[in-house]
């Protein structure tokens, strides 16, 4: 439901922000204060959720939710595992009845690469993909399948893009700056590195991911 929130605040341009915040903040925080063990209309649940939509909204805006005049979280010196919690907290229910709805409709290339990629995570093959195929013709709709098959089975994959528009087409998307730390001019530093700190929750996400895309 954060994720929908966000996509309404960047695509849709509301006219007061701060009131839908206030209207649905109860729902938009209900799974971390699930999760977390922390009574309903807590602020420190309410501040885990705007940390959280901050963060998302950060991958499209430079100036994440004070670009929409929304409260500024507070980042405490231990964070709650948020990010984490995110990518373990999707609804099981609706990515089963989107694998069972769409997995008919795959064509026969498609099953293919479709089974032998989810086949391989299963095993734990470490094995790399490279999807090759004109504009239009369904790699797309094989990705998100294989992103609900995988998430479905409560394994963490990380779908990234090379930029905001396309990362948008896949179900949970970031960029490839956004999910790995990767500096903006990359391609001007002799020596880059990926900045993330090896005791945040990004480097948890990391070493437990099962498949990026």
Partial sequence: MRRLFCSILIHCNPSNPFNLWESFRQSLSKDIQANLA???????VYNEALIDMDRHIRRYVIRGLSEFHLPTPVHHEAPLDVEYISEKNYNIAELTETSTRDEPRLLPEQREIYNEIIDSVRLNQGKLFFLNAPG???KTFVINL????????????IACASSGIAATLLQGGRTAHSAFKLPMDIGKKDNPICN???????VRLLRE????I
């Avoid at 294989?146 to 994959?157: D, G, Q, T, V, Y």
């Avoid at 993330?196 to 990004?202: A, L």
Wanted: hydrophobic content about 35%; proline content about 0%; some cysteine.
């Fill in 196 to 202: 993330i700190d090896r005791s945040s929750s990004r």
């Fill in 146 to 157: 294989i992103l609900a098959k995988l998430r479905a089975e409560r394994r963490i994959a």
């Fill in 209 to 212: 991911c099962s498949l990026f």
């Fill in 136 to 138: 239009g013709t369904g």
């Fill in 38 to 44: 922390l009574r309903d209309g807590n602020d420190d």
